[in-house]
């Protein structure tokens, strides 16, 4: 038994307006055949499909396709999909036949001229293998999933979690569904349901017993739980894509228990409409928020969550929206903030160490959204962006975000990375030689996801209103893409699912 697997990772943000190129995905590590599977074996979904496969009493024989992650950014250029495409598809051509395909997919990758990725390069693997080999994919809880996607994988695995630290768990699952399908004789059928939501993704905590999303991946769970349910799927989508398909979706495959899968898919659909407002909060104005952080930072640390320009959200990680703030105050205790920009970096470097720099700072990368600062700091510490990230969004991933440099004004510590990567991981500031959990405040460019490492140890969260190409007030953005009536853009008088067959 010869089972193939592979990696496409990206999440897109069409208001980045970067193009993410065939370059990204080399920088962050390009992975073919047995190194994939050597290097791979405990990280992240791969990791979870890996270690799965090697206890199957069957011992079916791996193989690695090819690894192709990118951080998240903006929509790939074409020539890049075109690549991304060729490079799963002619890794898979280069094989002997194959009994199964695993893919580890986020499922919101967008690139110039196909705004779903996922789509069309499934639809490709499905070509080559026929309809007899079962493809199975796992996908961020933030993915966009397509007709396309469910017509040519057999089941989708969505993350249960936000913050996603449960990421190799759903390539564990992943694993098992094919094992039901391959070993056990299980046969997938899939109910889709699209719905014409779109939530921010602050409020969204299945760590919070009190967020909505708990009580949905409750649900989910406990679905999952049924002999009869493969896999039990709620995809609310990143917003910050401008694309023809954008929407939440519910997908639910059951073994061939057709009216199982419709009526499962039904309810959490028309759930997910009627529950859709207390997915919204309200956010922190930028000005107040600090000023609380200054007061409440005696004796703990205050962790501002910078959702709009978060990284991890395809924002471009230099707004300068927070920081503009926090040099008005004179922190007892450091006050910690990151910026992208690889041209600070390279001029830092030609000053040296204890130069003092008077320029702008941040404010380039997306000027519709943010304006450079001026601001005079100090050269403080050179350093190589390097560390493991172990938490919310991965399991031993490494991340490289390049040659960095820490400046500080006052007691303002800015850690300036030449790539976005995770702008919120303690890791970074350490690697940078500060301790984040002793400072007075911290920006942690996430939404969400950055509760898993500060939740415990910080004595007070706000998440800001800011600034960045990921603002949780999305729809008052002009988009000309998506879907229309689509909420909350419009309001929908009523609305009642009737879920698709595949
Ligand atoms: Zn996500």
Redesign the pocket.
Known sequence: MRIAIGQLWQ?TNTFNPLPTTRRDFEAFGVLRGAELVAQMADVNELGGFIQSLRRWPEQPEIVGLVRLPAWPGGAATHETFEWLRDELVGALRAQPPVDAVLLAL?G?LTAVGAPDVEGPILEAVRQIVGPAVPIVATL????NITRQMVQNANVLVP?HT?P?IDVVETGERGAAVLHRILCEGARPVRAFQKVPMVVP?EWANTQDPASISSTFRKQIEQLETHPKVLSAGLATV?PWLDIPELGSAVVIATDNDPELAKRECARLAAQLWEQRRDYMGDLMPVEAAVHEAFRDQAGGLVVLGDGADST?SGSTGDSTCILRELVKYEWPRPALVSLVSPEVVAEATRLGIGAQRTGPLGGVRAPRFSQPIVLTTEVVRFFDARFVLSGH?GKNLRCDLGPSVVLRHGNVHMVVTSRPGPHFAPKMFEEAGLRPFEASVLVAKSPC?FRAAYQEKAKRIIVVQSTGCAPADFWRYDYREIPRPLWPWDEIETWAPGPTLA
Request: aromatic fraction near 6%.
């Open positions: 999440e986020h919101a961020d809880l933030h993915c993350f936000v996603h993704a990143q991890n969004l996801g």
